[in-house]
């Protein structure tokens, strides 16, 4: 039985905007107390709009090439086929939990540039700073193509801790491909609820990570924006966050997450593989960069084995 006097923090609106941190980058000691307080950092146009512009239109063109994009709209604008998407098995879209069927995502993870995110200078600078520690870029990174399939649902309220493990240290960074306003479907965050902890996860959820974060009576408050192509939102992993709702149902929203570690903390061994059923010999295939291949593989790690345990579903009482 549900207690009554319980709320669950998981129904409550977005009530705040995200602070832009962008003036704090020069200022270690102030960027790392707002990463404390709040449990997000948020910098307006920190990649080039340019070079995720021309990111995107890589993954449309392979979007396009599987038939999804409506064929009356410039390829750019990312306008989806939504008869042909919904003949789709919802089935065959949550395979891997990045809103497109496996065989397309393969060919996303394929794509050079897209890896090579993780290793941009700026982004390393912000995170030698924030970890006052050299940073290692996790190879697994991961693309978000959500087709607005009819029975496609948004993402649950979560903390990646639970799909990654290794250290609590590790920081996602979220960015758009293009502009993402709310009605889009971004991302939102728990402001400061990496403060309480490894939280419970209840019975399975359809969304994405199938794993829901109970959150019974937390007093935080959820916070967002309209994002903007360039624009990048990073949390540690025990920060709560969900997507929200596409309401734009002919559009599709394309997205990335990769992840930073300090080098010298422990990792879990599945952070070193591809995202996916794939081996980096596929995904390599045409690669000409030498460096972002096998980048970790003379780095002598501290391994933890993966926990099951902390992922044992709960009933939900709020």
Request: hydrophobic fraction near 35%.
């Amino acid at each position: 039985m549900k207690n009554l006097n319980m709320f669950d923090a998981d129904k409550k609106k977005i009530s705040k905007k995200f602070e832009d941190s962008t003036s704090l980058m020069k200022l270690p000691e102030e960027l790392r107390a707002r990463a404390e307080k709040n449990g997000y950092l948020f910098f307006k146009h920190f990649f080039e709009p340019e070079k995720m512009l021309k990111l995107r239109r890589e993954m449309l063109q392979i979007v396009d090439k599987f038939g999804y994009l409506s064929p009356n709209a410039n390829l750019i604008e990312g306008i989806a086929d939504i008869n042909r998407i919904n003949r789709v098995p919802i089935q065959q879209i949550n395979e891997n939990g990045n809103g497109v069927p496996l065989s397309l995502y393969k060919e996303v993870q394929k794509l050079q540039s897209f890896h090579a995110i993780t290793h941009d200078p700026k982004l390393k600078d912000l995170f030698r700073m924030l970890f006052e520690d050299e940073p290692f870029p996790h190879p697994r990174n991961i693309a978000r193509i959500m087709l607005p399939h009819k029975d496609a649902k948004p993402t649950p309220s979560h903390q990646d801790f639970l799909h990654i493990q290794g250290t609590e240290h590790t920081w996602t960074c979220w960015a758009p491909l293009g502009d993402v306003p709310m009605s889009l479907g971004g991302l939102t965050v728990l402001e400061g609820s990496h403060k309480a902890g490894l939280l419970d996860v209840t019975t399975g959820h359809e969304g994405a990570g199938g794993l829901e974060t109970i959150l019974c009576n937390l007093g935080y408050e959820w916070a967002g924006t309209d994002y903007e192509i360039g624009d990048m939102l990073t949390f540690p992993s025990l920060t709560v966050h969900k997507s929200i709702p596409n309401k734009q149902r002919d559009r599709i929203r394309l997205s990335i997450d990769v992840r930073l570690q300090p080098i010298s903390q422990p990792i879990e061994a599945r952070s070193l593989l591809p995202h996916g059923p794939f081996t980096w010999e596929e995904l390599y295939e045409g690669w000409e960069r030498e460096e972002l291949q096998y980048y970790w593989s003379n780095i002598s790690f501290d391994y933890i084995p993966w926990n099951e345990k902390i992922r044992w579903q709960k009933e939900k009482l709020c």
